[in-house]
Nanobody, 119 residues
Framework: QVQLVESGGGLVQPGGSLRLSCVAS????????????MGWYRQAPGKQRELVAD???????NYADSVKGRFTISRDNAKNMVYLQMNSLTPEDTAAYYC?????????WGQGTQVTVSS
């Protein structure tokens, strides 16, 4: 069993920052957490869910073009945590943000955390 729980969303003004966190749990998943790539996706109303950033077990990050230079993904394997630091937020970043992992070919998602960028 894999569980992903996000936190850190909220309302922020344009140009502001937020840091999202995702804690991963599950008996086997927790033991081998460092071996799995982890990702952040987002879904705005009326739009498809899209990849924001992911990070491989090597620590190598990958970003969507729309967030490059503004967002930073990181992980703390000792705590089974994945983070998304979001800077210079714009209204276009408004969406529900989801933590994601693929374990044994199965996609796992958190419940999502809402990020709203508005003045």
């Amino acid at each position: 069993q894999v569980q992903l729980v996000e936190s850190g969303g909220g309302l922020v003004q344009p140009g502001g920052s937020l840091r999202l966190s995702c804690v991963a749990s599950g008996r086997t998943f927790s033991i081998y957490f460092s071996m799995y790539a982890m990702g952040w996706y987002r879904q705005a109303p009326g739009k498809q869910r899209e990849l924001v950033a992911d990070i491989y077990n090597s620590g190598q990050p990958n970003y969507a073009d729309s967030v490059k230079g503004r967002f930073t993904i990181s992980r703390d394997n000792a705590k089974n945590m994945v983070y998304l630091q979001m800077n210079s937020l714009t209204p276009e970043d408004t969406a529900a943000y989801y933590c994601h992992a693929v374990v044994a070919g199965v996609d796992y998602w958190g419940q999502g955390t809402q990020v709203t960028v508005s003045s």
